[in-house]
């Protein structure tokens, strides 16, 4: 059975240019959630898609960053422009309930955005 | 304000000791806790959960969970070099929304030394 499915692996761009990530969740999970690492902030959660309605977007740090969910099996997440302060490791993450009641979340491989 | 704190490590463990990993959260309503191990270079899965005051065991793993301190830990027996990772506490935390979602540590570095 196939996890989370993210890409790209490693995205190197020039500050300013426009950056899309992807997802693919995994298939009847219902709650879709993107994070942000980094070494200094760690592991942040930037926005948490339920049955693909967006549901708390607070964590996204400004208007440059977007996502979407337009159907069950497929999540982006845009940044445009992009700066060099965007660089970090973008996780894609998926669960079968909002919390997971479990904790159980199911991550995906990560992008891992440089932007010069 | 960061509402799950450890300490980032890193913690240095010769191979068959016990290693002991720390996390403090902040809300006192928090019913139930999750360790994650992350990798260098991998994604974070999860090791552990407990919701009970007390200890949990799981093979070399033991959770301990103290809710009056607002405290968890995690023990790991017979310590081994494969168990070097970095260990991310997490706690379900109420969103405006009303949902509860996962909200993670920094993480503390465990390196087992052979």
């Known amino acids: 059975d196939a996890g989370v499915i993210q890409s790209p692996r490693h995205e190197v761009t020039e500050m300013g240019q426009e950056v899309t990530l992807r997802c693919k969740p995994i298939?009847?999970?219902?709650?879709l959630f993107w994070y942000r690492q980094t070494m200094m902030r760690g592991l942040e959660l930037l926005i948490y898609f339920n049955n693909n309605v967006p549901i708390d977007d607070s964590g996204m740090p400004e208007d440059r960053f977007s996502a979407k969910m337009p159907n069950a099996s497929f999540s982006t997440l845009k940044i445009q422009p992009s700066e060099p302060r965007d660089s970090a490791v973008y996780f894609c993450a998926s669960s079968f309930s909002p919390t997971g009641r479990t904790g159980e979340l199911f991550f995906g491989e990560g992008s891992r955005l440089t932007v010069l | 304000q960061k509402e799950v704190e450890q300490n980032s490590g890193p913690l240095s463990v010769p191979e068959g000791a016990i290693a002991s990993l720390n996390c403090t959260y902040s809300d006192r309503v928090s019913q139930s806790f999750f360790w994650y191990r992350q990798y260098s270079g991998k994604s974070p899965e999860l090791i552990m959960s407990?919701?009970?005051?007390g200890d949990k065991e799981d093979g070399r793993f033991t959770a301990q969970l103290n809710k009056a301190s607002q405290y968890v830990s995690l023990l790991i027996r017979d310590s081994q070099p494969s168990d070097s990772a970095t260990y991310l506490c997490?706690?379900?935390?109420?969103?405006?929304?009303?949902?509860?979602?996962?909200?993670f540590g920094k993480g503390t570095m465990l390196l087992v030394s052979p």
């Open positions: 407990i919701y009970s005051n």
């Open positions: 997490a706690v379900p935390l109420k969103m405006n929304s009303g949902y509860s979602t996962l909200t």
């Open positions: 298939s009847g999970h219902n709650s």
